[in-house]
């Protein structure tokens, strides 16, 4: 696929609200160590995880992330016009997990959900800013939401050590101001043929060449964050924040050096989180935010890959 390309596709717009949400049942290593062939000292060193979350409902999770960025933007949810869940785990095969949360929020306008693993929080940025400019949105909500901790076998120590639970919301309003803000450059792909390097059968659980999908996160992070860095007319050292997706700290770490960007320039949260899928980046974004991080004017990178195997990059100018 041709990356996209142009600033004009999209609208200008801001960050009004912003939050995340970690479900309370917290599972650290030194637990895991009780069940499975492993150690809290392993797991740290190869992946920089100390504890997740799990038990989480991908709906319960969406809702309570998208009612405290709700509160927080002080608007009324029927002022929202689009929601775009991000999710691998919808509730059920049918209908769309959206369309629960959509109704559970008070929310207007359409909903769908979008699943591209743990790219999918970027993919759904892109798409909602794009259809707030064909479509006459003024507001929107994007939310990733994901429990593949639910999908990992107990006694796969490969899997369960990585995967945790959680939400992280955004809402993004149309804004008319001298200064653009918004998208300035994004860059979306899929390599299908990798389709089995990461996966989960209908009823089974999550199988994956751990070692194959570290290299190719690494490779294709780097190539598809500096397309988009090149779309945006600018290099890794004019970005404010970097928020890779969380899925192991060696591979932030390797992207990192790649491109040239220092550790205190991104986002890292990983740690007490693991793998939270679609919900990583949106969870990294609401803390840099909450923290003061960043904040209007600022410019960030956001970059998500994962199964499919897929990926996607923005730039935004907050
Ligand atoms: O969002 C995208 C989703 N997934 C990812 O991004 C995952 C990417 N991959 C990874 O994060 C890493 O490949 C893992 C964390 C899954 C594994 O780390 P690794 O450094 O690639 O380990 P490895 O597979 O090369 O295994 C090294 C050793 C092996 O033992 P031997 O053969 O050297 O004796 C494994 O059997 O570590 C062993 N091992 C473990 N030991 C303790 C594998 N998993 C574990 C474990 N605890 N959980």
Known sequence: MQPLNHTSLYASTSIAGW???????????????????????WIRERTGIRERRVGGKTSDMAVEAGRRAITLAGIEPSKINMLVLATTTPDHIMPS???????????????????????GFVHAYIV??????????????V??????????????????????????AVILNKVTKKTYSGILGADMGTDGSGYDLLFCPHQ????????????RAVRATVASATRALELAGMKAGDISLFIPHQANYRIIQAVCERMGIAEDHTAITIETTGNTSAASIPIA????????????????LMSGFGAGMSWSSVVVRL
């Open 19 to 41: 939050s995340a949400f970690l479900p309370p049942n917290v599972l650290t290593n030194t637990e895991l160590e009780k069940r499975l062939d492993t150690n809290d000292e």
């Open 128 to 141: 909602t800013n794009s259809m707030m400019s064909t479509m006459g949105i003024d507001t929107a909500i």
């Open 285 to 300: 974004l609401s803390v840099a935010l909450d923290e003061g991080r960043v904040t209007t004017g600022d410019t960030i």
């Open 97 to 119: 997990t959206a369309s629960i949360v959509h109704h559970r929020l008070g929310l207007s306008g359409a909903s769908f959900d979008i699943n591209a693993v743990c790219a």
């Open 143 to 168: 939310i990733g939401s994901d429990c593949l901790s639910s999908l990992t076998g107990n006694d796969d120590r490969t899997t369960t050590i990585l995967f945790g639970d959680g939400a992280g």
């Open 204 to 215: 089974g659980t999550i199988e994956m060449d751990g070692q194959e999908v570290f290299r």
